[in-house]
T-cell receptor, first 116, second 116 residues
Protein backbone atom coordinates (compact mmCIF):
# COMPACT_ATOMS: atom_id res chain seq x y z
CA UNK A 1 0.00 0.00 0.00
CA UNK A 2 1.17 3.50 -0.71
CA UNK A 3 0.53 6.72 1.18
CA UNK A 4 1.49 10.39 1.16
CA UNK A 5 1.94 12.77 4.08
CA UNK A 6 2.06 16.50 3.56
CA UNK A 7 3.33 18.34 6.62
CA UNK A 8 1.45 21.56 7.24
CA UNK A 9 -2.06 22.11 5.96
CA UNK A 10 -1.26 25.83 5.61
CA UNK A 11 2.04 27.50 4.77
CA UNK A 12 2.45 31.28 4.71
CA UNK A 13 5.43 33.05 3.14
CA UNK A 14 6.21 36.60 2.15
CA UNK A 15 6.36 37.58 -1.50
CA UNK A 16 9.93 37.01 -2.70
CA UNK A 17 10.74 34.49 0.03
CA UNK A 18 11.61 30.82 -0.37
CA UNK A 19 8.71 28.40 -0.71
CA UNK A 20 9.12 24.94 0.85
CA UNK A 21 6.24 22.46 0.84
CA UNK A 22 6.96 19.10 2.43
CA UNK A 23 5.93 15.68 1.18
CA UNK A 24 6.84 12.26 2.50
CA UNK A 25 5.68 9.06 0.87
CA UNK A 26 5.39 5.39 1.63
CA UNK A 27 5.65 2.81 -1.12
CA UNK A 28 6.72 -0.82 -1.20
CA UNK A 29 8.18 -0.48 -4.70
CA UNK A 30 10.01 2.36 -6.48
CA UNK A 31 7.51 5.17 -6.69
CA UNK A 32 6.46 7.73 -9.24
CA UNK A 33 5.89 11.07 -7.53
CA UNK A 34 3.93 14.12 -8.60
CA UNK A 35 3.13 17.62 -7.46
CA UNK A 36 -0.15 19.16 -8.60
CA UNK A 37 -1.50 22.67 -8.04
CA UNK A 38 -5.18 23.52 -7.71
CA UNK A 39 -6.53 27.04 -8.07
CA UNK A 40 -10.04 27.81 -6.75
CA UNK A 41 -12.80 26.18 -8.79
CA UNK A 42 -10.31 24.65 -11.19
CA UNK A 43 -8.96 21.18 -11.80
CA UNK A 44 -5.51 20.00 -10.81
CA UNK A 45 -2.56 21.05 -12.94
CA UNK A 46 0.68 19.09 -12.99
CA UNK A 47 3.68 21.05 -11.71
CA UNK A 48 6.29 18.32 -12.04
CA UNK A 49 6.85 14.60 -11.75
CA UNK A 50 9.59 12.16 -10.77
CA UNK A 51 9.81 8.93 -12.78
CA UNK A 52 13.22 7.49 -11.75
CA UNK A 53 15.35 9.68 -13.98
CA UNK A 54 17.13 12.67 -12.40
CA UNK A 55 16.46 13.06 -8.68
CA UNK A 56 16.16 16.85 -9.02
CA UNK A 57 13.11 17.61 -11.07
CA UNK A 58 12.30 21.00 -12.52
CA UNK A 59 8.72 21.96 -13.23
CA UNK A 60 6.63 24.85 -14.42
CA UNK A 61 6.44 28.30 -12.85
CA UNK A 62 9.92 28.03 -11.32
CA UNK A 63 9.12 25.10 -9.02
CA UNK A 64 11.42 22.16 -8.45
CA UNK A 65 11.50 19.09 -6.23
CA UNK A 66 14.17 16.66 -5.10
CA UNK A 67 13.59 12.95 -4.66
CA UNK A 68 15.44 11.63 -1.60
CA UNK A 69 15.03 7.90 -1.26
CA UNK A 70 16.81 7.71 2.10
CA UNK A 71 14.35 10.21 3.56
CA UNK A 72 11.34 9.01 1.51
CA UNK A 73 10.74 12.66 0.69
CA UNK A 74 9.83 14.74 -2.34
CA UNK A 75 9.71 18.32 -1.08
CA UNK A 76 8.64 21.14 -3.41
CA UNK A 77 10.59 24.39 -3.50
CA UNK A 78 10.63 27.73 -5.28
CA UNK A 79 13.36 30.29 -4.62
CA UNK A 80 11.15 33.38 -4.74
CA UNK A 81 7.39 33.35 -4.09
CA UNK A 82 5.02 35.32 -6.27
CA UNK A 83 1.50 36.38 -5.40
CA UNK A 84 0.18 34.18 -8.21
CA UNK A 85 1.57 31.10 -6.42
CA UNK A 86 -1.20 31.25 -3.83
CA UNK A 87 -3.12 27.99 -4.29
CA UNK A 88 -3.59 24.46 -2.96
CA UNK A 89 -0.72 22.06 -3.60
CA UNK A 90 -1.02 18.28 -3.65
CA UNK A 91 1.69 15.66 -3.58
CA UNK A 92 0.77 12.29 -5.11
CA UNK A 93 2.31 8.87 -5.61
CA UNK A 94 1.75 5.93 -7.88
CA UNK A 95 3.72 2.76 -8.45
CA UNK A 96 3.72 -0.44 -10.38
CA UNK A 97 2.45 -2.34 -7.37
CA UNK A 98 -1.14 -1.76 -8.35
CA UNK A 99 -1.04 -4.32 -11.14
CA UNK A 100 -1.38 -1.68 -13.78
CA UNK A 101 -4.26 0.28 -12.29
CA UNK A 102 -2.70 3.69 -12.17
CA UNK A 103 -4.83 5.65 -9.75
CA UNK A 104 -2.89 8.27 -7.87
CA UNK A 105 -2.74 8.41 -4.08
CA UNK A 106 -2.83 12.02 -2.93
CA UNK A 107 -1.84 13.80 0.23
CA UNK A 108 -4.33 16.04 2.00
CA UNK A 109 -2.88 19.16 0.43
CA UNK A 110 -1.08 22.29 1.59
CA UNK A 111 -2.66 25.70 1.20
CA UNK A 112 0.04 28.20 0.24
CA UNK A 113 -0.57 31.78 1.33
CA UNK A 114 1.57 34.60 -0.05
CA UNK A 115 1.80 37.73 2.05
CA UNK A 116 2.59 41.02 0.29
CA UNK B 1 -11.27 23.16 -26.04
CA UNK B 2 -8.60 20.48 -25.84
CA UNK B 3 -8.85 19.74 -22.13
CA UNK B 4 -10.96 17.42 -20.02
CA UNK B 5 -14.47 18.76 -19.55
CA UNK B 6 -17.08 17.83 -16.97
CA UNK B 7 -20.75 18.58 -16.63
CA UNK B 8 -22.58 19.83 -14.79
CA UNK B 9 -20.11 21.97 -12.88
CA UNK B 10 -22.48 22.19 -9.92
CA UNK B 11 -25.24 19.86 -8.88
CA UNK B 12 -27.60 20.09 -5.93
CA UNK B 13 -29.56 16.95 -5.15
CA UNK B 14 -32.02 16.09 -2.45
CA UNK B 15 -31.16 13.08 -0.35
CA UNK B 16 -32.38 9.97 -2.08
CA UNK B 17 -32.20 11.33 -5.61
CA UNK B 18 -30.10 9.76 -8.34
CA UNK B 19 -27.45 11.85 -10.11
CA UNK B 20 -25.34 11.40 -13.23
CA UNK B 21 -22.03 13.18 -13.74
CA UNK B 22 -20.44 13.37 -17.17
CA UNK B 23 -16.79 13.44 -18.20
CA UNK B 24 -15.44 14.18 -21.68
CA UNK B 25 -11.77 13.17 -21.75
CA UNK B 26 -9.12 14.50 -24.08
CA UNK B 27 -9.63 12.98 -27.52
CA UNK B 28 -7.54 9.86 -28.01
CA UNK B 29 -6.79 9.31 -24.34
CA UNK B 30 -6.99 5.65 -23.49
CA UNK B 31 -7.19 5.87 -19.71
CA UNK B 32 -9.88 7.58 -17.65
CA UNK B 33 -10.05 8.00 -13.89
CA UNK B 34 -12.65 9.24 -11.41
CA UNK B 35 -11.70 10.75 -8.06
CA UNK B 36 -13.74 12.07 -5.13
CA UNK B 37 -12.48 15.15 -3.29
CA UNK B 38 -14.16 15.93 0.02
CA UNK B 39 -13.91 19.44 1.42
CA UNK B 40 -10.40 20.15 2.69
CA UNK B 41 -9.05 16.80 1.54
CA UNK B 42 -7.00 15.44 -1.31
CA UNK B 43 -8.66 13.57 -4.17
CA UNK B 44 -9.34 9.89 -3.55
CA UNK B 45 -9.33 7.33 -6.33
CA UNK B 46 -12.69 5.84 -7.26
CA UNK B 47 -12.34 3.90 -10.49
CA UNK B 48 -10.25 3.44 -13.64
CA UNK B 49 -11.09 2.64 -17.28
CA UNK B 50 -8.83 1.53 -20.07
CA UNK B 51 -10.88 2.27 -23.18
CA UNK B 52 -14.33 0.82 -22.39
CA UNK B 53 -13.08 -1.70 -19.84
CA UNK B 54 -13.40 -0.86 -16.18
CA UNK B 55 -10.21 -2.38 -14.82
CA UNK B 56 -10.36 -1.14 -11.24
CA UNK B 57 -13.37 -0.08 -9.19
CA UNK B 58 -11.86 -0.72 -5.80
CA UNK B 59 -12.32 2.89 -4.69
CA UNK B 60 -16.07 3.08 -5.19
CA UNK B 61 -17.44 3.64 -1.67
CA UNK B 62 -20.63 1.62 -2.04
CA UNK B 63 -22.81 -0.21 -4.54
CA UNK B 64 -24.75 3.02 -4.99
CA UNK B 65 -21.86 4.25 -7.14
CA UNK B 66 -21.64 3.08 -10.72
CA UNK B 67 -19.44 4.22 -13.61
CA UNK B 68 -19.45 3.43 -17.29
CA UNK B 69 -17.58 4.30 -20.46
CA UNK B 70 -19.45 2.30 -23.12
CA UNK B 71 -17.64 3.54 -26.22
CA UNK B 72 -14.26 4.18 -24.70
CA UNK B 73 -14.65 7.94 -24.73
CA UNK B 74 -17.25 9.79 -22.63
CA UNK B 75 -17.76 8.45 -19.13
CA UNK B 76 -20.63 8.80 -16.69
CA UNK B 77 -20.47 8.41 -12.94
CA UNK B 78 -23.86 7.63 -11.47
CA UNK B 79 -24.78 7.82 -7.81
CA UNK B 80 -28.06 6.26 -6.75
CA UNK B 81 -30.05 7.27 -3.68
CA UNK B 82 -27.64 10.06 -2.79
CA UNK B 83 -26.66 10.58 0.84
CA UNK B 84 -25.23 13.66 2.53
CA UNK B 85 -21.83 12.01 2.80
CA UNK B 86 -21.72 11.92 -1.01
CA UNK B 87 -21.30 15.71 -1.05
CA UNK B 88 -17.91 16.35 -2.63
CA UNK B 89 -16.17 17.45 -5.81
CA UNK B 90 -15.95 14.65 -8.34
CA UNK B 91 -12.89 14.92 -10.56
CA UNK B 92 -12.30 13.17 -13.84
CA UNK B 93 -8.83 12.69 -15.33
CA UNK B 94 -7.55 11.14 -18.53
CA UNK B 95 -4.16 10.02 -19.76
CA UNK B 96 -2.75 8.98 -23.08
CA UNK B 97 -1.12 5.80 -21.82
CA UNK B 98 -2.75 2.50 -21.00
CA UNK B 99 -2.16 2.16 -17.32
CA UNK B 100 1.55 2.70 -17.06
CA UNK B 101 2.45 4.18 -13.70
CA UNK B 102 4.04 7.59 -14.06
CA UNK B 103 1.93 8.69 -17.02
CA UNK B 104 0.63 12.23 -16.57
CA UNK B 105 -3.07 12.53 -15.81
CA UNK B 106 -4.96 15.58 -17.05
CA UNK B 107 -7.77 16.70 -14.77
CA UNK B 108 -11.09 18.31 -15.51
CA UNK B 109 -12.53 21.17 -13.41
CA UNK B 110 -14.74 18.82 -11.42
CA UNK B 111 -18.41 18.62 -10.55
CA UNK B 112 -19.33 19.93 -7.12
CA UNK B 113 -22.17 17.79 -5.74
CA UNK B 114 -24.14 19.03 -2.77
CA UNK B 115 -26.69 16.70 -1.23
CA UNK B 116 -29.29 18.43 0.95
Amino acid sequence: AQSVTQLGSHVSVSEGALVLLRCNYSSSVPPYLFWYVQYPNQGLQLLLKYTSAATLVKGINGFEAEFKKSETSFHLTKPSAHMSDAAEYFCAVSDEGGGGADGLTFGKGTHLIIQP
Amino acid sequence: GAGVSQSPRYKVAKRGQDVALRCDPISGHVSLFWYQQALGQGPEFLTYFQNEAQLDKSGLPSDRFFAERPEGSVSTLKIQRTQQEDSAVYLCASSLGSGLAGTEQYFGPGTRLTVT
